[in-house]
């Protein structure tokens, strides 16, 4: 069974510009949620999608913002990148939005530098 | 709402020796409790969980936590340790009857083990 799959690995942006990050959950998973993970703050949740809803958000700005598809595959867009967005972003997949076991299964990251 | 502390950020330790990373938790309510693990270059995955039952709980690969409901502690030990258990562990919780979204993370504890 696959893993979660995110999409590009690395990449180098400059001040101002946009990104767009995809993740692929495991087959059969309908959950995504995306995390910031930077050495000072850790693992930060940005927001969680389910059946294609927005269930949840963490706090952020609004340049930061996601979707999901009807193949539950979702993709996190950062507007107006600034210094400090640089960070791992990580996407984690469950079976549902309701679970309460916690088990995630992330991906390897998109590790996004900002110039 | 809840936080979780992860006193030590590092953990230098030699191969074949015993560790124990800890973590304290703060909670009005009852919550499940988690260890992830991040090896380099990769995404998390989980060790290990408390959901209910017996406090002490233990991963395939030698590690064990206990539940101190008392000290609000879940700390994780192991009892001799490879040079492969190298890498970044983080604490987590989420309150009982919650979603993942609810899964808060510690800074993360880096275990570095010298031959």
């Known amino acids: 069974k696959a893993g979660v799959t995110q999409t590009p690995r690395y990449l180098i942006k400059t001040r101002g510009q946009q990104v767009t990050l995809s993740c692929s959950p495991i087959?059969?998973?309908?959950?995504v949620s995306w995390y910031q993970q930077t050495p000072g703050q850790g693992l930060q949740f940005l927001f969680e999608?389910?059946?294609?809803?927005?269930?949840n958000k963490g706090n952020f700005p609004g340049r930061f913002s996601g979707r999901q598809f009807s193949n539950s595959r979702s993709e996190m867009n950062v507007s107006t990148l600034e210094l400090g967005d640089s960070a791992l972003y990580l996407c984690?997949?469950?079976?549902?939005?309701?679970?309460?076991?916690?088990?995630?299964?992330f991906g390897e990251g998109s590790r996004l530098t900002v110039l | 709402a809840q936080s979780v502390t992860q006193l030590d950020s590092q953990v230098p330790v030699f191969e074949e020796a015993p560790v124990e990373l800890r973590c304290n938790y703060s909670?009005?309510?009852?919550?499940?409790l988690f260890w992830y693990v991040q090896y380099p270059n990769q995404g998390l995955q989980l060790l290990l969980k408390?959901?209910?039952?017996?406090?002490l709980v233990e991963s395939i690969n030698g590690f064990e936590a206990e539940f101190n409901k008392s000290q609000t502690s879940f700390h994780l030990r192991k009892p001799s340790v490879h040079i492969s258990d190298t890498a970044e562990y983080f604490c987590?919780?989420?309150?009982?009857?919650?979603?993942?979204?609810?899964?808060?993370f510690g800074t993360g504890t880096r275990l570095q083990v010298f031959p």
């Open positions: 984690a997949s469950s079976l549902e939005a309701g679970a309460v076991t916690g088990e995630l299964f």
């Open positions: 087959s059969g998973h309908r959950s």
């Open positions: 999608y389910f059946s294609e809803t927005q269930r």
């Open positions: 909670s009005s309510v009852s919550v499940y």
């Open positions: 408390y959901l209910s039952g017996s406090t």
């Open positions: 987590a919780v989420s309150p009982r009857g919650h979603s993942t979204d609810k899964l808060i």
